[in-house]
Structures are given as C-alpha cells and as structure tokens.
C-alpha cells in the first residue's frame, strides 16, 4: 500500500486570499495521512484564517515573521533550516502579491524567504486563487510564466463561483484535490493531473474488496485466498485523484487509505447490505471484493463435533452485489468488475460483463506468476463493452489501479465546474 505521505515534510504557505479558509481541511488531510506540515502564512492571511487554528491542526507553530521566528526556542535561521527540511512546498491560496513576490526573489516575510531557502530538488506547488479578472491579468500571468520557468508546478485555479459574486477563473481547488496533487508531486512527477485523473474529483466511488467469510459454525467459516490489496489500492488511487471514497471491504489487515471511508463486513449479505445503501450515491462501483459464490444453508449455533469420516454441508447461492447495482445502475453510473479465471478468460469475462452490465471488466489470470489473489504485483486484462481487451504487463498493485482509474475515466461524466 502507498505510504506516500507517511514521514513527508510539508510547507504549506498561505497568503492572504479568501480562499485561505479551506487551509484548516487540507491540514488536516496532511496530518491524517501521516505528514508534518508547517504553516507559513503571511501577515494578511490572518484576516482570512486564524494562525492558531492551523497551528492546533498542524500541532506546530504557524510562521509568519523571519524575525518573529528568533522568539521561539528553535534553529538560530529558522528560514534556512526550514529550506533544508522540507519535502514540498506548497502555496496555497496564492495570491497575486505572494506570486509576484515568489517571481520576482522578494524575501521580505517567512513565506517568501523560505521559499528561497528551499533545496532546488524538492516539488514547489503554487495554487493561485483570485477573484474577478485578476487572474488574466498580463502581470499575473507573466509571474506564472516566471514561476514555471523556475520549476514551479502551477495549478491553474478552477472556473466557478467566485467570492465578489462574480462567476469566473480563481477558485482554489478543493483541499481534496491539492491533496491528490501534491500526492502526485511527491510521487515524482511534475505534471499536474491530467483530464482523465481530474474527472475523480468530487466523484462518490464505490470499492468492495477482500474475502468475505461465510460462517459454518462459531468457529468456521468458507472463504477464499483474496486479501483485499488490489480494492484497496484502488480505494486509495481514487482518493488520490480527488474522489469520495467508501470502501467496503472483508476481514484483512491492511491499513485505510487516507480520507477513505472504510466499512467492514464479514459474509456476502452484508457486503450487499452495505453495498445497497451506496447505490444511489455511486458515481462508480467498482466491485473488487472476493464474494464467496455460496453459503452453508445452515448456520450451527454450536461448534460441529468430529463423528463420521465423511461430512457433507449444504451450500446455497449468495447474492451477486455487483449483477444487483448492474441491473439498477443509471445512465450516469459506471460499473466495473473482476474476474478471476483458470481458463477462457477474456471468453469468460466478456460474457460476465454483458451478464451484470458492466461498462468494463479486468481480468486478472490465476495461472499467471505475480498475479491473482495475495500477491503486491498483478497482470490485468482491461475488456469494455464493445468487446476490445488490453492486455497490461506485470506491475504492482498500485500502478494496476491508476491503469485501471485512468481506463475508467472514459466512463465518467466530466465535472460541471
Ligand atoms: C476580502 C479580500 C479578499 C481578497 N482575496 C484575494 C484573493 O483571493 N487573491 C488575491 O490575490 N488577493 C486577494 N486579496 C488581496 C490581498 O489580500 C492583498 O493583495 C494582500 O496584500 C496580499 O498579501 P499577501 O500576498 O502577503 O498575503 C483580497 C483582499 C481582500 C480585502
């Protein structure tokens, strides 16, 4: 499972927009995910958003002033030590000062400074946000330019409602989506999401994953080998991505994916019972879960005692979740299933999909070396409905996951901004 935050040194610098209001969230999505973050805000920021309810959820002090910092029992160029420590720097909201500033080498404030100070290696992200027409502006621009030639990563702000009441370019993206960003700096790359990755965002998705276990007494029960790892790399690729995620997963000891809404269940009945109250709100389900086929008929109440050499248990169908949200789904819904085949495969998985209404279905083999159940790695097979099937080379989990979000995309409906 990517631990991508785990241990991560942040800087996140604010300035002085509107928008700096929706720092306290993408603090908080840091720290859940187990980074350090530092504030840096500048003077004004305080009239948008208090130092002191960043500095409780970020468990630090919140900077300000470079000479300030000499107040505090701390480094003897708090500035410098800072440049040095961080993994990132993240400015968001940026406004046009703070941009011009960052352009321009300014260093007369903490955030500016520090900026400076930072080791040339490390991921600058710079979330501009204004209102009106500032964000056209040609200095504004032409300080975004700079700032790109410098090496920065710049996310354009979004279209939408802006606080003035006028309707245009400059919102902040939500704390979800500078999350997913920076996960994907960190991740090493330097580009910002692309148009697949960014229909994820604000999207409710639903992921089933593991085995379920389906009592035969108190102490027994039928399962199967799956250990969740391949819905639980998808649960988190598309938290990463800026989706509402709900994972509904078997008994396994994987830990939550940051921002993940996990719920767990233990028999296939439950898993639809949990699965049916998503339905509705499932902009996607994807249905990785192992779901045992059947159930004892009877479950004893009391543990079966050893008698005859022979023993035989009656088994009745379980529910099939993903046939269920198949048969229900509307026009806007994607869905998408597994399957896991010995032989026939692509024969096999095409006729699953079209059975349950699928929009697309991975196949993974369970002949194949590093594929199938219990494994990090996984050889995936993408089929779609109109019968075309991509064949995808040995990879971890995680990038079969991003593989099968990216594929999946085309499905979505783009966000209205
Ligand atoms: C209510 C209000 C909202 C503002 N929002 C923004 C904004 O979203 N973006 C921006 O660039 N400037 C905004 N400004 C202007 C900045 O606060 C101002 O340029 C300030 O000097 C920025 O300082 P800083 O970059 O050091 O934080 C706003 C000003 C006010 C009064």
Not at 61 to 72: E, M, N, R, Y
Not at 94 to 111: C, E, I, Q, V, Y
């Amino acid at each position: 499972m990517s631990d991508i935050m785990l241990g991560k040194k942040i800087l996140l610098g604010v300035s002085g927009g509107i928008a700096a209001y929706k720092m306290p969230l993408l603090v908080r999505l840091f720290v859940k995910a187990g980074a350090e973050v530092q504030v840096i805000m500048t003077a004004r920021t305080k009239q948008f958003v208090t130092p002191d309810t960043l500095a409780v959820l970020s468990k630090r002090p919140v900077l300000t002033d470079v000479f300030g910092a000499f107040a505090q029992p701390s480094h003897w160029a708090e500035h410098i030590r800072l440049g040095e420590w961080a993994d990132m720097f993240l400015v968001a909201p940026a406004t046009a000062n703070t941009l011009a500033k960052l352009a321009h080498g300014f260093g007369d404030d903490m955030l500016s400074i520090v900026y400076l100070a930072l080791r040339p290696n490390k991921p600058r992200l710079v979330f501009p946000a204004m209102d009106g027409e500032m964000f056209t502006a040609a200095s504004v621009q032409r300080n975004i330019e700079q700032l790109v030639q410098d090496g920065c990563t710049v996310i354009p702000p979004e279209h939408g409602d802006l606080a003035s009441g006028l309707v245009g370019v400059g919102r902040l993206p939500e704390p979800e989506t500078i999350f997913a960003h920076a996960v994907k700096a960190l991740a090493g790359s330097t580009d910002a999401l692309d148009e697949d990755e960014q229909k994820y965002r604000g999207k409710h998705i639903v992921v089933t994953a593991g085995a379920t276990r389906e009592k035969i007494d108190p102490v027994r029960f039928i399962s199967n080998y799956s250990s969740g790892k391949m819905g639980f790399a998808l649960a988190e690729a598309a938290a990463q991505l800026g989706a509402t995620v709900t994972l509904i997963t078997g008994k396994t000891p994987l830990a939550t994916p940051p921002t993940v809404a996990r719920i767990n269940i233990e028999s296939a009945e439950e898993m639809l019972r949990a699965a049916e109250s998503e339905f509705a709100r499932a902009d996607m389900f994807i249905a990785a879960a192992a779901v045992a086929d059947y159930r004892p008929v009877e479950v004893q109440s009391e543990k079966l005692k050893k008698s005859d050499s022979e023993f035989s248990l009656r088994l009745i169908k379980n529910p099939d979740i993903l046939a269920a949200f198949g048969a229900q789904k509307k026009p806007h819904q994607v869905a998408i299933g597994f399957a896991l085949e010995t032989h026939n495969g692509i024969e096999n998985a095409k006729e699953k999909l079209l059975k349950k209404n699928l929009d697309m279905i991975v196949l993974n083999s369970a002949n194949e070396a590093g594929a199938g159940f219990d494994v990090e790695t996984n050889i995936i097979t993408i089929i779609t409905r109109d019968g075309f099937a991509e064949k995808f080379p040995l990879m971890h989990k995680r990038n079969a996951a991003k593989t099968i979000l990216k594929k999946a995309a085309a499905f979505l409906s783009a966000i209205a901004s």
